[in-house]
């Protein structure tokens, strides 16, 4: 039980006991010759009113009765004590009946109610008393003017003490100051008040002239009053709780649409911490990849910006760039899947990640390229250490699936300082890397030298945008000798540019650029249509060239590209030429980057009855386990063993083995690169089928090639053992047995 609850208690007990003590004095001041049949008629009366007429004032349980109006006739016509009690039996009856409407008796409500209206009652008693005299002589005796003020004297001490002592119990249960209880729930009662006493003064009055009419008048008046203040009390009350129900419905809507809004806020700020969290996600998704959580290139771009200020502004601050690109990732990715190979990149960015230092910085641009930003570095060295350390790294096995996996690398290196430079070092490490590919190198430092082949080739790969639809390219071809005949077999397709400004480009300066960029693609298709019109004409000028051939070399980009063998398809049946009469060259590093897709695609040229066959031999894989599993008909053994070949030399043996080898497997072998009389009878002696060199002709334009199929004794000169007349030359292979001659494997 807390303070306030104590306080409240002893109030209510006190009030209580001093009640108690008025009701105690009232009845030793009670007259015996009061005691009536009228006065026992008056009480009952009294009681009977108190029960069912009370006036409940508005804002409060604050409540008036009848008899609270006629206490003051009972002050008058029988004195102090019969007035306590009758006001104390009455406030107790009306007490009970207004408790029991409300659902419920109380009885302390009604020890309270009887105390209060003894306190007041008495207490009026005694104040009029102590100024008048006794009760009701006092009365009686008195002037009009002296009744006045003792009416209005009983009045005031009575609405007094009890609406203070009513006040004071409300603030106990409502926490109010009592002036504000009093002034909002009791004063509005004092009309009643001053209403009765005005009925007590002209009853009084009636009663010593014996009026009846005035003292009915002045009891209707009094009744009239009361019944219509009970009535507008009523109604006020009434319209106050309707407000006081409104003000609730409109409380209740308020809550209501406070806990809307508290739900709606809750909502907005989960949606609003979702959407920080979403902002977070998106912020970071745009400056990260995605599959390792490397920074991307946005982020690469800010920290190589950060860099270059911090050279501007110090002036001695180095950095570098190593733009680095896994070689090979295309076969794996292709061979072992997406998921694999998405594993694998991950693997590469941890091993690459573990070798950074604390300011050191890692992206990955796009695929298989990533770009490390070298803080610090005070010199060259220091870069090339960290290539060198990067290349080891790498180059240990991944094991990723249960399968082993071997990355290899190229880099471009960039120094960046205010000496060599700091704009744009991701343009020059990406320049470096594309020079360590073409050299073939694992990495290079950038230099000037590298920009200018750069521009160079950037210029070539301008030039040629449109030369094809320009007509700017044109088709040469170099003749493959039978060694055997010495007469011409067939002829290789090679392609020259040109170029408006330059005249003619060798392949080797745009070939690259081609592959780089794409084109290649249709310049191949261009070559195959014209390689097989060419032959197509060929065979209309002069007859008896059924058993020439053309062969056209294809790029790794066309294995990767659809739709090769529907175009062979189309130029074999445009040039109405036999598909055994063209030969398509293939590289070894072409077939091998897509192995899996390689050998479907080469199955159905050679399901076509096109002829294939491994360029440049020997400086490639060199894998015997491929010349099982591709269809091929002849090697080709490259230039550079053919042009330093001698007797018993290494390159020789490597010749010598590999025409061994291809007799072995059933496949024919062209020596490319014959440039003396000597390698061509090196080759006679090996029994090497077919060669092609300058010994024989440069490339030539398809008319001069048209003249050298009419010369069928072109070659014999050449010839270093020629045969004695007379004597018959031994059988030769003829063409459809260098086509059709027996595949130990097929």
């Known amino acids: 039980m807390n303070s306030r609850q104590s306080s409240d208690r002893s109030f209510y007990w006190l009030t209580v006991a001093a009640g108690a003590a008025c009701v105690i004095a009232a009845t030793f001041l009670l007259r015996t010759e009061s005691l009536g049949a009228g006065l026992f008629f008056i009480a009952g009366s009294s009681l009977i009113l108190s029960t069912i007429t009370h006036v409940r004032l508005a804002r409060g ?21 019969v ?33 209060i ?57 409502s926490a109010e100051r009592i002036w504000n209880v009093w002034f909002k729930r009791c004063l509005n009662g004092f009309a009643l008040y001053v209403v009765g006493g005005l009925a007590a003064a002209l009853v009084l009055r009636a009663s010593d002239s014996r009026d009846l009419l005035l003292i009915l008048a002045g009891l209707l008046i009094g009744a009239v009053v009361f019944f219509t203040y009970r009535r507008y009390a009523k109604e006020i009350r009434n319209s106050l709780e309707r407000a006081e129900a409104a003000e609730k419905g409109r409380a209740q809507e308020a ?36 599959l390792t959580d490397l920074p991307n290139r946005r982020f690469l771009d800010l920290e190589l910006e950060k860099a270059s200020g911090r050279v501007r502004k110090t002036g001695s601050y180095s950095f570098a760039i190593v733009y680095l690109d896994l070689n090979r990732f295309a076969a794996i990715n292709e061979s072992l899947g997406r998921e694999v190979a998405d594993r694998f990149l991950i693997a590469i960015a941890e091993k690459l990640t573990g070798l950074l230092r604390s300011d050191d910085f890692l992206a990955r641009l796009s695929g298989d390229e990533f770009v490390i930003l070298l803080s610090d570095v005070a010199n060259e060295a220091d870069a090339l250490h960290f290539a060198e350390l990067a290349k080891r790294k790498l180059s240990g096995p991944f094991t990723i699936d249960g399968k082993i996996l071997f990355a290899a690398a190229t880099a471009g290196i960039a120094i960046c300082n205010s000496s060599l430079g700091h704009e744009d070092p991701l343009r020059r490490a990406q320049i470096a890397k594309q020079e360590a590919k073409s050299a073939e190198k694992p990495y290079l430092v950038y230099d000037d030298a590298m920009f200018r082949t750069a521009m160079s080739r950037l210029q070539v790969e301008n030039d ?37 400004s330059r005249g003619l480009v060798g392949p080797g300066e745009f070939i690259p650029v081609c592959e780089s960029s794409g084109m290649i693609v249709p310049l191949t298709s261009w070559m195959l249509k014209e390689g097989c019109r060419s032959l197509s004409e060929w065979r209309k000028e002069c007859g008896g060239l059924d058993k020439v051939f053309i062969s056209v070399n294809l790029s790794a980009k066309d294995f990767a590209e659809d739709g090769l063998v529907e175009r062979v398809t189309d130029c074999i049946k445009h040039s109405g030429i036999e598909a055994a009469c063209l030969k398509l060259e293939i590289t070894e590093s072409a077939i091998m980057n897509n192995s899996e897709k390689a050998v479907d695609i080469l199955k159905e040229l050679k399901a076509l009855g096109v002829r294939l066959s491994i360029d440049d031999f020997g400086t490639g894989y060199s894998s015997l386990s491929y010349l099982h599993r591709f269809p091929v008909d002849t090697l080709k053994v490259d230039r550079s063993f053919v042009s330093s070949m001698e007797f018993g030399s290494e390159n020789g043996e490597i010749v010598r083995t590999v025409i061994t080898l291809a007799k072995l497997l059933g496949m024919k072998i062209i020596s490319e690169g014959i440039e003396t009389i000597h390698q061509l009878h090196q080759l006679k002696i090996l029994k090497c089928e077919y060669g092609q060199g300058n010994l024989f002709s440069v490339p030539v334009p398809a008319g001069q090639a048209l003249s050298i199929l009419k010369d069928a004794n072109k070659w014999k000169g050449l010839d270093p053992t ?25």
Do not use: C
């Not at 003490?161 to 009513?166: D, E, G, K, W, Y």
């Open 61 to 81: 349980g604050v409540y008036f009765t009848l008899s609270e109006v006629l206490v003051f006739l009972w002050f008058v016509l029988y004195g102090s004590g």
């Open 83 to 115: 007035a306590t009690l009758i006001a104390v039996g009455e406030a107790v009856a009306a007490s009970l009946a207004f408790s029991r409407k409300k659902g419920e008796m109380s009885v302390r409500s009604a020890a309270l109610a009887g105390s």
């Open 117 to 173: 209206a003894a306190i007041g009652t008495f207490g009026t008693a005694m104040i009029v008393r102590s100024i008048f005299g006794s009760l009701p002589e006092s009365a009686a005796s008195a002037s009009d003017a002296s009744v006045v003020v003792m009416m209005a004297l009983m009045v005031v001490s009575q609405f007094f003490i009890r609406s203070v002592l009513l006040a004071m119990h409300s603030n106990s249960e």
């Open 255 to 290: 809550r209501a649409h406070v806990r809307t809004l508290e739900r709606h806020i809750a909502r907005l700020e989960k949606a609003e911490k979702e959407l920080s969290q979403s902002e977070a996600k998106f912020r970071r998704a745009a400056y990260h990849d995605a």
């Open 464 to 500: 040629l945008r449109g030369a094809l639809e320009r007509g700017e390219f044109e088709p040469y071809y170099q003749p493959i000798v039978d060694l055997e005949t010495m007469q011409t077999a067939g002829f290789e397709a090679l392609i020259r540019w040109n170029h408006p």
């Open 722 to 746: 020629p045969r004695p007349e007379g004597v018959s030359h031994p059988k030769v292979e003829n063409y459809a047995e260098f086509h059709n001659g027996a595949n130990l494997l097929h």
